[in-house]
């Protein structure tokens, strides 16, 4: 008599697949070249509140996107807000650039033989008005750098966030599939304690699926703690709590049917790179302040105005200050000011190696990432899944045992989580190229 496969087992076989819901969940396909236009437009406009059409609260309410937790955490990561306050320091250091020298009043008494004599004497600071449009030159590219440097924590923080997203999903489905094995490992060994009590099964039969349980266990134990500190390192980012009840939307899903563009990646990341905008812009403000160094050190303590005396009658004329540069004309400034120019330049230059090495990596890592991850679905996948057909066919013509059916399941499912890494890894990988071509600092 044939046996029928176990409805009991169902379960087991649908939850198997858990890896393949993933190609029905859309992913959110966002411009990501707006994070930084965005970002970029709000730095440079009026400074005041950006407007919120969505809360927090709003989207913690609905499961969390790649795309709605990059909305949440730049609206609600604190470091976001601290990055924009360096904006106010460089603002205020280019309205101190451009203030205006108040004047300085000087009055002296003198005493002689006579009525006592009085002194006035009114001077401005004419140097600081001439040297002005230097300073303030140095002072507007500080701001600009600063500026650059905003961006990149915006965009750097866009794509840490996306990343973490797919981390927390792929390690909930790892999760889920571990706790289906460890059930099914469960089933099996409760299986063979009856057939060892029966006289059905030897004792190596049955410690090997003891071993097969407590080594699911361990491993479900193992997934638990990996989906709670990729839960941490999203909420941490986002600026919330991970004892919260939100949650993440969806599984991972396939790989799209076209590829981001890879045969410039690395010219591409160099162009858009902000980090090395940024060092150019602080090379071109140490240069602005070299150049005010120089040109000041010549004339320092510069000073006119108007000098006053009582002799009986008020007489008036000008007055004139000047520091004698004998001992000391700014050479500490100036060549603090060309060291940091060289200091930025050299940053640059390695930055742009960096960068150029990072692309070429990235680019080889998500080619093969696509690949391993295609190569699973369409082959591995299914070869798994025929495999386990036909071993239920051998169980249900009792030419295979119930221990044989379920170390098939245990493999299909095994197989299933490798699909679920590698689909992370392909994730993980494109957003690194994204990252790069957006102008995204380069993660090694």
Same mark, same amino acid.
């Given at each position: 008599m044939k046996r029928r496969f176990d409805p009991s087992l169902r379960a087991f076989a649908v939850v198997s697949l858990i890896a393949f819901?993933?190609?029905?969940?859309?992913?959110? /396909? @966002?411009?990501?070249?707006?994070?930084?236009?965005?970002?970029d437009a709000r730095i440079r406009g009026p400074r005041r509140a950006p407007p919120r059409d969505e809360s927090a609260e709003q989207l913690l309410a609905r499961p969390l996107t790649a795309d709605s937790a990059t909305r949440l955490a730049l609206l609600n990561n604190a470091r976001v807000r601290a990055a924009y306050e360096e904006l106010g320091i460089a603002r205020a250091a280019v309205v101190d650039a451009l203030r205006l020298p108040n004047p300085?009043?000087?009055? $002296?008494?003198?005493?002689?033989?006579?009525?006592?004599?009085?002194?006035? =004497?009114?001077? *401005?600071?004419?140097? #600081?008005?001439?040297f002005m449009p230097l300073r303030a030159n140095a002072a507007n590219? /500080?701001?600009?750098?600063?500026?650059?440097? %905003?961006?990149?924590? %915006?965009?750097?923080? $866009?794509?840490? %966030?996306?990343?973490?997203?797919? #981390?927390? +999903?792929?390690?909930?489905?790892? =999760?889920?599939?571990?706790?289906?094995?460890?059930?099914?490992?469960?089933?099996? $060994?409760?299986?063979?304690?009856?057939?060892?009590? $029966?006289?059905?099964?030897?004792d190596l039969e049955l410690a090997t699926e003891r071993a097969f349980t #407590?080594?699911?266990?361990?491993?479900? !134990?193992?997934?638990?703690? @990996?989906?709670?500190?990729?839960?941490?390192?999203?909420?941490?980012?986002?600026?919330?709590?991970?004892?919260?009840?939100?949650?993440?939307?969806?599984?991972?899903?396939?790989?799209?049917r076209d590829e981001?563009?890879?045969?410039? *990646?690395?010219? !591409?990341? %160099? +162009? +858009?790179?902000? /980090? *090395?905008?940024?060092?150019q812009q602080r090379a071109d403000a140490a240069n602005q302040r070299a150049t005010a160094e120089k040109t000041e050190r010549w004339l320092p303590g510069l000073k006119a105005g108007v000098s006053a005396r009582d002799e009986g009658k008020w007489t008036i004329g000008p007055a004139v200050a000047l520091e004698l540069p004998l001992f000391y004309q700014g050479q500490g400034k100036v060549d603090a000011a060309l060291a940091q120019e060289r200091r930025q330049k050299a940053l640059g230059t390695a930055s742009a190696v960096d960068i150029r090495n990072a692309a070429h990596a990235a680019a080889t890592k998500l080619t093969a990432a696509r690949e391993n991850a295609v190569r699973y679905r369409d082959v591995l996948l299914p070869l798994r899944q025929r495999v386990l057909e036909e071993t239920e066919l051998h169980y249900n013509a009792m030419t295979l045992g119930v221990f044989q059916l379920l170390a098939a399941k245990r493999e299909q499912i095994t197989t299933a989580r490798t699909y679920v890494e590698l689909l992370r890894d392909y994730w993980l990988a494109r957003n690194e190229v994204e990252r790069m071509?957006?102008?995204?600092?380069?993660r090694f």
């Open positions: 819901t993933g190609v029905a969940c859309a992913r959110d /396909e @966002e411009a990501l070249s707006s994070i930084r236009s965005s970002a300085e009043l000087d009055a $002296a008494l003198r005493f002689g033989k006579g009525d006592p004599e009085i002194e006035l =004497l009114a001077m *401005l600071g004419l140097g #600081e008005l001439l590219a /500080e701001l600009d750098a600063t500026r650059t440097e %905003v961006v990149a924590l %915006v965009v750097s923080l $866009a794509f840490d %966030v996306r990343a973490a997203v797919y #981390e927390y +999903q792929a390690a909930l489905q790892a =999760l889920e599939l571990t706790r289906t094995v460890l059930r099914a490992t469960e089933a099996s $060994a409760e299986a063979a304690t009856n057939l060892h009590e $029966a006289g059905n099964v030897t #407590e080594e699911a266990r361990v491993a479900a !134990r193992r997934a638990d703690t @990996e989906a709670a500190e990729a839960r941490s390192h999203l909420a941490a980012l986002l600026g919330i709590s991970d004892r919260g009840s939100w949650s993440a939307a969806g599984r991972l899903a396939d790989p799209p981001l563009p890879l045969e410039a *990646l690395e010219n !591409r990341a %160099v +162009q +858009q790179s902000l /980090e *090395l905008m940024s060092t071509s957006a102008g995204g600092a380069v």
